[in-house]
């Protein structure tokens, strides 16, 4: 019996619930791998609102991220004024940034598609990495700038496990947010451009300004997980916005399954920890990685999250001799 949509939140409660539970009893270092993986999954879950549910490819997810980050370690180090800048107005300017951030490059990439698409989002990732790499006076270039410190409000975010559980509660509303928002009639419309973009025009969609608003929130969002990814690690380099990064994003939804968000989550969370297992065990653990996402594209096209469809699938066609020589 497979999971219906109800299942499905069910499971995922469960999940959450159980990272709750036993986050105390967890070493440091398993704690700081389930929070990169929390955090890389809100970039893949937005990630995957283009991709998996509008069909548009991107490979600039990072510049978002990037965005996110950089404001987070330039206004704690370069921009404080004294103020002391609070944890929840860095959150929502970093939504800001990276939504602002995909609405200017959203003019230029939404007019193309499929590998234009492709390519235009790459060029503007690479402009922000670009500006991060060169800017010396405000990035500072290949050093980066280290952040001193969490900010406080009320709670102590230097200790891991208190600040695993906030990117754990960003994580929930990311995906609760996001989950409202593919339900909708909007997110439907999203789905039926993916489908069939010229009948959704024939139908009086304004199919570009649909991308549009989708491309602007996988921004904000990609903003957010910036932010957190600032604090976590305490340094922002241009190596947060490298076409790596983007390149993981987008393997992690195809690894987990597009379309789903929760298969972005799996797809981040196998990544994590598979790269950081198979580099303490082989030197090449690269190769078995992209091996690992080869044999993903070709035999489970579908990715992790559809892998119960395939066995349904298996199932029907095993049945069908069977019903057949008993009629």
Not at 160 to 186: C, D, E, N, Q, R
Not at 196 to 219: D, P, S
Request: hydrophobic residues 55%; charged residues 10%.
């Amino acid at each position: 019996m497979f999971l219906t949509d109800r299942g499905k939140l069910w499971t995922v409660f469960v999940i959450v619930l159980a990272l709750a539970i036993l986050a105390p009893f967890a070493s440091a270092y398993v704690i700081l791998l389930v929070t990169q993986a929390l955090i890389l999954a809100i970039l893949a879950m937005s990630l995957d609102i283009l991709l998996g549910f509008t069909g548009l490819p991107s490979l600039g997810q990072a510049a978002y991220l990037g965005m996110g980050a950089y404001l987070t370690a330039i206004l704690a180090t370069r921009y404080d004024f004294g103020l002391g800048w609070s944890f929840w107005v860095v959150i929502v300017l970093g939504i800001l940034i990276g939504a602002a951030t995909a609405a200017l490059f959203g003019l230029f990439a939404i007019r193309a598609a499929g590998v234009s698409f492709l390519m235009i989002t790459l060029a503007l990732g690479m402009c922000v990495w670009g500006l991060a790499y060169r800017w010396n006076s405000m990035t500072g270039g290949d050093n980066g700038i280290n952040i001193p410190a969490r900010p406080k409000f009320g709670i102590q975010l230097a200790d891991g496990v208190t600040y695993y559980y906030l990117v754990l509660f960003f994580f929930v509303m990311s995906l609760a947010m996001l989950y409202v928002l593919i339900k909708s009639p909007f997110g439907r419309s999203l789905v039926g451009i993916r489908e069939r973009e010229l009948r959704m025009r024939i139908l009086g969609y304004n199919t570009w300004l649909h991308k549009y608003i989708a491309f602007v929130i996988a921004g904000g969002f990609g903003g957010l997980a910036g932010v957190l990814w600032a604090h976590l690690n305490g340094i922002v380099s241009p190596q947060v916005v490298v076409l790596a990064t983007s390149v993981d994003a987008l393997l992690m939804v195809v690894l987990g399954g597009p379309g789903t968000l929760v298969g972005g989550a799996i797809g981040a969370a196998v990544v994590v920890f598979l790269r950081d297992y198979l580099s303490t065990v082989v030197p090449w653990w690269q190769y078995v990685l992209g091996g690992v996402y080869v044999l993903t594209i070709l035999y489970l096209p579908g990715g992790l999250m559809g892998i119960p469809a395939r066995i349904r699938r298996w199932r029907e066609e095993q049945a069908g001799p069977g019903q057949e020589k008993k009629r």
